[in-house]
């Protein structure tokens, strides 16, 4: 994993010299400016990133004031590394996590959620927009691909949106008031009322087994 990750941040480093030279600041600033809304570095990887890559020759400056470029060895090892099949990585949404254990975090509380959720998007659309007049404005080669990513951003957050008005739409209709946290009174099985009643009436007519492991639905254990 920690090799991949290299790799990730090479072609991150590396991708931002295609478009033209930079100091460390520089690359750091584009970064997280241009790059923000689909990919986040750590700051701490990318000097010692940009030191390798020099020491390889995949990168150079005349001095240590100067900005790096990339070399025609650099050029070659980042198409070779966009190259490779893209690195797929295991979600984790914490706002997902909360909403989908809602019932123990209440009504009120997920309806907080929402709206939050609901604002980040409205903000994420205005801030799309005034990155997509910026780019435009500067036009340049590398334009139609930025923009492509914008517009990508755009559907995802207009789809958020989407998500969370439909979500405050629906959640009075589900929060029940006497929705209160309560010891169920079966034991947990992980498994809809209705399955737990069928599991229920098996268990007085058929001898007893080993109790199965019931695992929670989705995401890390």
Not at 50 to 75: H, K, N, Q, W
Not at 134 to 146: H, L, Q, R
């Amino acid at each position: 994993m920690a090799v991949a990750r290299k790799s990730q941040t090479e072609v991150a480093v590396l991708g931002a010299l295609s478009v033209a030279p930079m100091t460390g600041y520089a690359v750091r600033e584009a970064i997280r400016d241009v790059l923000g809304h689909f990919w986040s570095e750590s700051f701490g990887q990318i000097y010692p990133t940009l030191a390798g890559l020099e020491g390889r020759g995949l990168v150079r400056r005349e001095d240590r004031a100067a900005p790096f470029e990339l070399t025609g060895a650099g050029r070659v090892r980042l198409r070779e590394l966009l190259s490779e099949p893209v690195q797929r990585v295991p979600p984790r949404n914490g706002l997902m996590l909360r909403l989908f254990f809602g019932r123990q975090l209440g009504p009120d509380a997920c309806r907080e959620l929402l709206l939050g959720a609901r604002a980040d998007a409205e903000q994420q659309l205005a801030g799309f927009a005034a990155l997509k007049a910026a780019v435009a404005a500067e036009g340049g080669p590398d334009s139609p691909y930025s923009l492509i990513t914008i517009s990508a951003g755009e559907h995802t957050a207009r789809a958020a949106l989407a998500w969370a008005e439909e979500s405050l739409a629906a959640l009075p209709a589900i929060a029940q008031p006497d929705t209160a946290v309560a010891e169920p009174a079966q034991p947990k099985t992980g498994l809809p009322e209705t399955a737990q009643s069928v599991t229920t009436e098996a268990a007085t007519t058929q001898p007893e087994t080993a109790q199965s492991e019931t695992d929670l639905p989705g995401g890390e254990q």
